[in-house]
């Protein structure tokens, strides 16, 4: 019932934009990837930095049944409208520029083991009326994604994607960073960060318990105390960044770890933030199934996946490269103890030469992405 009456009133909204004129130098970006990640928000602080002649409108979050008229009356005016989930336009004359949120490892539409057929068929619908642009950075991209989403090649630019320029260009410097969340000074610190996937998916209750009782890893022999003090002995830091609906569920957020935090939305808000803007200034990265380790390879820095529910995910919605073991290019760990055996050595040469490898193939275009993209949308008019 609740998804009808948005879809009724996602419609009645779109009638009244319909009739704004459109206006050639007015974009609004849709964001719906938050702060983590979202191309849609960086893109949005360049073109306010770069572009004044364009006026630009931050909506977020995005899709919401609490925008006000005014908010329908820009999108209907906008020339350019941008997205990063679900493509979305009003009329004819309006281009739509398709940014997604990541690279895809998990299967998704018509690939994925736990989607409806007939959502799946809609949504390809979706894009092939709506999108104008979908920006890219490799030949795998825009294969993996038509393989989900039934894209055509033409629609395809490799421009890169906003959120890599972030990258390379911390916002603050690694001190700042470590003073900001652990209220620490040190020379030595190594700073990891911790950004599994949406384990809601795998429908086991078990799991979300764990999590909401401080088990961020959901690991069968979790204690955050020895794990606490394994990173300490080690001057090593960890970020743990949860997917929003668990955060709402992690009873420990404001935890009293000294080595480690819990990075919160209202932290990337308050500042004006987005999680990739502080990325650089890590040393390496934990997750599981999540497309980020994609993103983290620019940085050639470590990566360790934890694989304690690999097999479970692979049923549940699976994956769309494999064996797992050959396209991840890190060290895999099933237990708190073989983590903190790995954290005494987070990388080798082998290790290295894998993440170069994947690399050069998920990455074709590097840097200036938001010029590039920036070019290639307004020459379309």
Known sequence: MKSLLFRIYLALMKFYAYFN????????ILNGAGRSGSNGYLFYKYLQTNHPEYNVTLIEPWPSSHLGRMTWKKIGQARYIVTTHQPFKVKKGQLNIQLWHGIPLKRMGIMANNTNFRDNKRNEKLWHKDTDLVASNSDLYETLMSSCIAVEAKKYHKTGFPRFDALANPIISKEQLLKDLFDQEDKDAQ????????????????IMDQIAKGN????????????NAALKEKHQYLIVKLHPYEMRLFAKLNSSYSNIAFLNNDY?????????????????????????????????????FITNYLEQYEKTRGLLLSPYEEVTPGFKVNTQEELIKRLSELDSREQKNMRLYWRDLTHEVRG????????EMTKMY
């Open 21 to 28: 004129p459109i206006q050639p130098n007015e974009i609004v």
């Open 191 to 206: 700073i990891g960060i911790y950004m599994p996937t949406f384990r809601y998916e795998l429908e086991d209750q078990s």
């Open 216 to 227: 961020f890893f959901a690991f069968s022999d979790f204690d955050g105390e020895q794990l």
């Open 268 to 304: 990337l808000f308050d500042n004006n933030y987005d999680l990739y803007e502080l990325l650089g200034d890590t040393d390496f990265l934990m997750t599981d199934f999540s497309s980020i380790y994609f993103d983290y390879l620019l940085l050639n820095k470590p990566i360790i």
């Open 368 to 375: 200036n992405n938001c010029e590039r993209l920036f070019d």
